[in-house]
């Protein structure tokens, strides 16, 4: 069983920047897989970006790619997204998720673990 918690979410104006945390526990292993997602109301989970625990690969959604940075802290096992030039539609409750490989991040039917959620409001 693997327990993340996000946090760093919050309101802001377009162009500025916040940055999630989401700190995993539990059985999560040496190598995995620690993602991001976002979804805003009345629309479907999206993957935002991902990283390899082991190696450090990272990988982007193209709608954020050059404003989106993912990275993590191993010692505490803790992944980071730091969110540059925010827009509106970021607008979104964004979700923290684990599962053991990368390959295919995006598919978000196939992490059994997830956070809570933290919102992210971006205001023009």
């Known amino acids: 069983q693997v327990q993340l918690v996000e946090s760093g979410g919050g309101s802001v104006q377009a162009g500025e920047s916040l940055r999630l945390s989401c700190a995993a526990s539990?059985?999560?292993?040496?190598?995995?897989?620690l993602s991001w997602f976002r979804q805003a109301l009345g629309k479907e989970r999206e993957g935002v970006a991902a990283?390899?625990?082991?190696?450090?690969?990272?990988y982007y959604a193209d709608s954020v790619k050059g404003r989106f940075t993912i990275s993590q802290d191993r010692a505490k096992n803790t992944v980071y997204l730091q969110m540059d030039s925010l827009e509106p539609k970021d607008s979104a409750m964004y979700y923290c998720?684990?599962?053991?490989?990368?390959?295919?991040?995006?598919?978000?039917?196939?992490?059994?673990?997830w956070g809570q959620g933290t919102q992210v409001t971006v205001s023009s």
């Open positions: 998720a684990w599962r053991s490989y990368c390959e295919s991040w995006y598919i978000s039917t196939t992490y059994p673990s």
């Open positions: 539990g059985n999560t292993g040496s190598n995995y897989c």
């Open positions: 990283m390899n625990s082991r190696y450090g690969y990272t």
